[in-house]
């Protein structure tokens, strides 16, 4: 009776316990991310200097003239009859014109232009931010799962050790232990195979905010239901 009682004790004590997370980690929630990767993200970077860079030709293409008056000047040797030689200079000033109705069709290609950049911005815009919330929760998922598999492996510790107690003490046979001690090692492999796929998950979601920091993602899979208010909002600005 007091081995199994030391055994509950030790069940409760564990399965209050919850992984922490490491000293100086910053956490990041899924706004906050997206922002990062608005400002950092060489991809979304570009895909906005698109659009800058065409809106750029259609004001360009709205002035009355795209040209630039060009300044040419020449300069030439002469002989001056009874007064020695000398030097000619001329100076002209020459601009390009367009005919009537080609600035209007300059415009109009200007203005499609823009068109189809902002359209496959928002193209972009909306597979990226599904990408990085896919990417967002599935850290998530990996560091939940993670903080689950090392209390199942602290249970298991622990409930290894007390068998090895009870062995002693002639409560249990030789078999119970090596049970207890294969479920513990099994429960040890699974935590490294979590640790190494929330790595994996923070580098990926790392690559898409586009800084130099590894950040944990906050929350929990209940953010899902947050995440859907948070679709609703955007699509709204």
């Known amino acids: 009776m007091k081995s199994r009682g030391f055994l509950s004790s030790i069940s409760i004590v564990s399965l209050c316990l919850v992984p922490g997370v490491a000293l100086g980690q910053k956490t990041v929630d899924l706004p906050t991310a ?3 990767a608005r400002r950092n993200n060489p991809d979304w970077r570009a895909a906005e200097q698109e659009v800058e860079v065409t809106r750029g030709k259609l004001t360009t293409a709205r002035l009355l003239t795209p040209f630039n008056p060009v300044i040419e000047s020449q300069a030439g040797r002469r002989t001056i009859p009874g007064e020695g030689k000398g030097t000619d200079y001329s100076v002209g000033l020459s601009m390009e014109l367009e ?14 232009d823009l068109q189809r950049a902002e359209a496959s ?5 909306r597979t990226f931010r599904g990408k990085l919330a896919k990417t967002f929760y599935q850290a998530v998922f990996a560091r939940e799962r993670l903080g689950l598999l090392r209390r199942v492996e602290t249970l298991n510790r622990q409930l290894s050790e007390v068998t090895k ?8 046979s030789g078999l119970e232990v090596s049970v207890a001690q294969v479920r513990y090692g099994r429960s040890r492999k699974e935590t ?6 929330l790595t994996q998950a923070l580098l990926d979601l790392k690559r898409l905010i586009g800084v ?26």
């Open 34 to 36: 997206l922002e990062l």
């Open 99 to 112: 005919v009537a109705g080609q600035r209007g069709v300059r415009i109009t290609e200007a203005e499609r």
């Open 121 to 125: 911005f928002k193209d972009f815009e």
């Open 165 to 172: 107690i009870k062995f002693d003490a002639g409560d249990v």
């Open 192 to 197: 490294f195979d979590a640790e190494r796929n």
């Open 212 to 237: 130099d920091e590894t950040f944990l993602p906050s929350g929990t899979w209940a953010s899902w239901q947050r995440l859907c208010r948070f679709e609703r909002f955007w699509s709204k600005r």
